[in-house]
T-cell receptor, first 112, second 117 residues
Framework: AQSVAQPEDQVNVAEGNPLTVKCTYSVSGNPYLFWYVQYPNRGLQFLLKYITGDNLVKGSYGFEAEFNKSQTSFHLKKPSALVSDSALYFCAADSSASKIIFGSGTRLSIRP | GAVVSQHPSRVICKSGTSVKIECRSLDFQATTMFWYRQFPKKSLMLMATSNEGSKATYEQGVEKDKFLINHASLTLSTLTVTSAHPEDSSFYIC?????????????FGPGTRLTVL
């Protein structure tokens, strides 16, 4: 079965430090990969996506993600975390017909 | 750009009543709209996919007679929860895609919190 895994339920980082939120996928073919962020009681906001080309994708709010085909990973990164980055982050893969498979989500907590 | 709205943002209803949730793409025409359900501290569960002018495609285990979806235009889709029960209480999120086929980015609405008493 196709799936997207986010192995960490929660990631805690001090403000100003770099952050990484992990994501691996098991999807047939060459999937398109996405990161979304969700703030409390809100819908998901699109951060970035990978389709093809450069393995490092830059997105909104200073976030970027690195695609690694051999490791089937698409980790989300930011060089310097802000307290306002605290939210729930979802990795997703789209392998066919615009149907997206979501990971279970990772709660990112940035302490001042 | 690519803004999706949902109305209402929050609704409380009595058991047995029906509730309609609207999803609108405000500044683009959406070829496809999606309805998700999210349980507390859980990921999104796709309920159905709808294309304008055609019947929605429901995911396995989702009762199409209970969750009625109407995609009346390229900017409006509605989800009606019929004869709601407390177990239907959840956070419902819609999304709209600007392109059909693989790779179309989905833009999400802010969600609707449904509480059934």
């Amino acid at each position: 079965a196709q799936s997207v895994a986010q192995p960490e339920d929660q990631v805690n980082v001090a403000e100003g430090n770099p952050l990484t939120v992990k994501c691996t996928y098991s999807v047939s073919g060459n999937p398109y990969l996405f990161w979304y962020v969700q703030y409390p009681n809100r819908g998901l906001q699109f951060l970035l996506k990978y389709i093809t080309g450069d393995n490092l994708v830059k997105g909104s709010y200073g976030f970027e993600a690195e695609f690694n085909k051999s490791q089937t990973s698409f980790h989300l990164k930011k060089p310097s975390a802000l307290v306002s980055d605290s939210a729930l982050y979802f990795c997703a893969a789209d392998s066919s017909a615009s149907k997206i498979i979501f990971g279970s989500g990772t709660r990112l907590s940035i302490r001042p | 750009g690519a803004v999706v709205s949902q109305h209402p943002s929050r609704v409380i209803c009595k058991s047995g009543t029906s509730v309609k949730i609207e999803c609108r793409s405000l500044d683009f025409q959406a070829t496809t709209m999606f309805w998700y359900r999210q349980f507390p501290k859980k990921s999104l569960m796709l309920m159905a996919t709808s294309n304008e002018g055609s019947k929605a495609t429901y995911e396995q285990g989702v009762e199409k007679d209970k969750f009625l979806i109407n995609h009346a235009s390229l900017t409006l889709s509605t989800l009606t929860v019929t004869s709601a029960h407390p177990e239907d209480s959840s956070f419902y999120i819609c999304s709209a895609s600007v392109a059909s086929g693989t790779g179309g980015t989905q833009y999400f609405g802010p969600g609707t919190r449904l509480t059934v008493l």
